[in-house]
């Protein structure tokens, strides 16, 4: 709140002013915020808080990630059989876990094994392959 409070008064010095409607404060739903500029931010609630598409906490990104392969691959399946593994891989899957594996909490997390088993499903329909297990066991 101090720090607040500093850039409020030092605005004519350095030229800076807050955008209120660009700020957040990160609050659980029970926490009473009573300052009137703190009220004035946009409210996130923690389990929804994110920087740069990765959350900040132990939230449900991953399953919003799950989400957003699965619209893909979808739309993929409408493309040319050339074009659509390579959007797959550079685009929908790969890069977009692994920037969440690294700024996330992802550990023992389910919607990593859906995730796993929705790109298995896309790359053995795009490529027309049998990626499952089920052939090794014999």
Known sequence: MVDIQTIIAERKATGLCLNNKKCGIIAHQQTVISDPTFCSFNRVNVDDAELLGASLFAGRVL??????????IDRLQLMCAQDAPILLRFSFSAPRVQHLMRYSLTVDNPALNDF??????AISHLTNCDLSCNHLAK
């Open 63 to 72: 399953a919003s990630r799950c989400s957003e392969l699965s619209t893909a």
């Open 116 to 121: 796993g088993k929705l790109l298995r499903s």
